[in-house]
């Protein structure tokens, strides 16, 4: 997974974690901030083949398909 990483940067990430959930025995959830939700779409243009290739052989790894979520900041609301 940290390999990995260096795809989520290149493709525009400028924070990337991977958490290890306490509660779920083998759950490894990963984060990662992109500038806006255009540079999140862009990053789907910028996919490479060598790209593809980390990411199937990440998917051959895991023992379900990861569910993915979608998370946009909210700013405070001034009155």
């Known amino acids: 997974m940290?390999?990995?990483q260096s795809l989520r940067r290149r493709a525009g990430a400028f924070r990337?974690?991977?958490?290890?959930?306490?509660?779920?025995?083998g759950r490894y959830p990963e984060t990662f901030l992109?500038?806006?939700w255009a540079?999140?779409?862009r990053k789907h243009d910028?996919?490479?083949m060598a790209d593809k290739?980390?990411?199937?052989h990440l998917l051959?790894?895991?023992?379900q398909t990861p569910k993915v979520s979608h998370?946009?900041?909210a700013p405070e609301h001034k009155r």
């Open 2 to 4: 940290y390999h990995y």
């Open 34 to 36: 992109v500038h806006s």
């Open 46 to 48: 910028r996919f490479t």
């Open 53 to 56: 290739k980390a990411e199937d």
């Open 60 to 63: 051959s790894l895991v023992q």
């Open 39 to 41: 540079e999140h779409l």
């Open 16 to 25: 990337w974690n991977l958490y290890y959930d306490a509660k779920v025995t």
């Open 71 to 73: 998370f946009i900041h």
